[in-house]
């Protein structure tokens, strides 16, 4: 045969394989070669096609000076840990009067400058902590990283999705509940005691939103009335209807903040209540008939379960 069946890097003329671009999927990089090292890192190395360059600053047409290459953390591929090796253009400008000499190839949808996780890994670390509540040590592993390296790419941006104000815009049912983080001491891991506020607006489809706008330090009804003084005048009267759980300073808060919203519990709270209060009952009637607490054998003590089951989930047995 004159030409080879394979990828058609193989091939005489030097080229890009679209279906190798394909797989690896970083739009406007050309896969130049795939490695193995002898740790089981896939290496995969990539660049961008020769193209005129104007420089950033005067617009003058730069002239080119080869490539430098970048090393990136990438997204595992086939079980592996993979690196991105990113074979940069560089170029100088012409123009004496600029001051930008040397420049060097960037693109944010790929990395940020001088990152060292590729801008869809840092998203791949996100969606993981987020819908699979993952840890950052057990990503770490999987990227073959050290914990400093995830965390030092990710907290940038998640320092500025906090910042973001766009997320309390539209919430008409505003939940509130508090949320114990640890039980150690806070000297060693900070405060334990938070409060989180979540979106539970309905979507067009009656859909419940669920989703967490922020989480505070403390536990009290004046970190609840601080954070809704934060928020602004604007975002209080759109709320509608604020959920809580049984707890005055959460209650008092509302009544003082949010005055034309309806209060109600949530439907957590109002099931633990009606538990709580069956169990009440079944202990105060089984002092009375035994004259002690439930033990194995005794009939209340036997049903101590069935009497808190959903009648859905209750059989005929």
């Not at 000499?101 to 869809?120: H, M």
């Not at 979106?199 to 601080?226: E, Q």
């Not at 079944?282 to 009497?307: A, F, M, T, W």
């Amino acid at each position: 045969m004159s030409e080879p069946t394979g990828c058609c890097c193989a091939a005489t003329t030097p080229s890009y394989c679209d279906h190798c671009d394909l797989l690896v999927g970083l739009d406007g990089l050309h896969v130049v070669d795939v490695d193995k090292t002898g740790h089981g890192v896939l290496v995969v190395t990539m660049e961008s096609a020769p193209t005129q360059m104007g420089c950033p600053t005067c617009g003058v047409v730069a002239e080119s000076r080869g490539r430098r290459t970048t090393m990136l953390v990438d997204i595992p591929c086939f079980a592996r840990p993979t690196r991105l090796r990113w074979r940069k253009r560089t170029w100088r400008c012409l123009e004496p009067a600029c001051p930008t000499r040397v420049f060097t190839e960037q693109d944010e949808q790929i990395a940020r400058p001088r990152g060292l996780l590729t801008t869809r890994a840092c998203r791949w670390v996100l969606e993981q902590v987020r819908r699979e509540h993952a840890s950052i040590h057990g990503l770490a592993r999987q990227l073959g990283v050290a914990w400093k390296t995830v965390w030092g790419s990710v907290q940038p941006i998640l320092a500025t999705l906090a910042d973001d104000e766009a997320r309390f815009a539209g919430v008409t049912t505003l939940g509130v509940d508090e949320h114990l983080w640890h039980h150690v001491s806070p000297r060693k891991r900070g405060p334990k005691e938070l409060t989180g506020m979540v979106d539970l607006t309905r979507d067009k489809d009656g859909r419940v939103r669920a989703r967490l706008l922020d989480l505070v330090p403390g536990r009290s009804g004046t970190v609840y009335k601080t954070w809704l003084d934060q928020r602004g005048t604007a975002f209080k009267a759109h709320v509608e209807v604020a959920t809580l759980d049984p707890f005055r300073g959460y209650k008092n808060a509302i009544d003082d903040k949010l005055a034309d919203a309806t209060a109600v519990l949530d439907v957590f709270h109002v099931v633990a209540l009606a538990g709580r209060a069956v169990d009440e009952v079944r202990r105060r009637v089984q002092q009375e008939i035994h004259g002690h607490r439930g033990r194995s054998g005794d009939p209340l003590y036997g049903i101590r379960n069935i009497l808190r089951c959903a009648a859905e989930r209750l059989t005929d047995k």
